[in-house]
C-alpha cells in the first residue's frame, strides 16, 4: 500500500486542521490504519487506530476528546480531525498500514 499524507500546515493554539492520508492498492479496506506523530527530538509515538470498517477506532490520552479518526474506504481514504490543538501537538505526522509508511506532513502549533 502507498500512503500519502496531506493537509498539515502552520496552525494557532486552539484552531483545528484535518489531516488526510491516501492510499494506493486494493486491499487498503482490509487493514486497520494508524496515525503516528514525531515530534523534534523525540520518538514516534502512535496517536490514534481505526478498524478496517471504521467501527472501532483507539485513542492515546493525549489526544483523546480532541481528535477523530475516521475512513472512507470507497475513496480508501484516512482522515484525522485535530481540533483544540495544543503547541505540543506540533510533529510531523504519519500514516502508517502494516509495514508501510507515508512520508509525512508536518503541523505546526505556535501563535
Known amino acids: 500500500v502507498q500512503l500519502v499524507e496531506s493537509g498539515g500546515g502552520l496552525v494557532q493554539p486552539g484552531g483545528s486542521l484535518r489531516l488526510s492520508c491516501a492510499a494506493s492498492?486494493?486491499?487498503?479496506?482490509?487493514?486497520?490504519t494508524n496515525w503516528f506523530r514525531q515530534a523534534p527530538g523525540k520518538e514516534r509515538e502512535i496517536v490514534a487506530w481505526?478498524?478496517?470498517?471504521?467501527?472501532?477506532?483507539w485513542y492515546a490520552d493525549s489526544v483523546k476528546g480532541r481528535f477523530t479518526i475516521s475512513r472512507d474506504n470507497a475513496k480508501t481514504t484516512v482522515y484525522l480531525q485535530m481540533n483544540s490543538l495544543k503547541p505540543e501537538d506540533t510533529a510531523v505526522y504519519y500514516c502508517?498500514?502494516?509495514?508501510?509508511w507515508g512520508k509525512g506532513t508536518l503541523v505546526t502549533v505556535s501563535s
Open positions: 502508517n498500514v502494516n509495514e508501510d
Open positions: 481505526i478498524s478496517w470498517s471504521g467501527g472501532t477506532a
Open positions: 492498492g486494493r486491499t487498503f479496506s482490509r487493514y486497520f
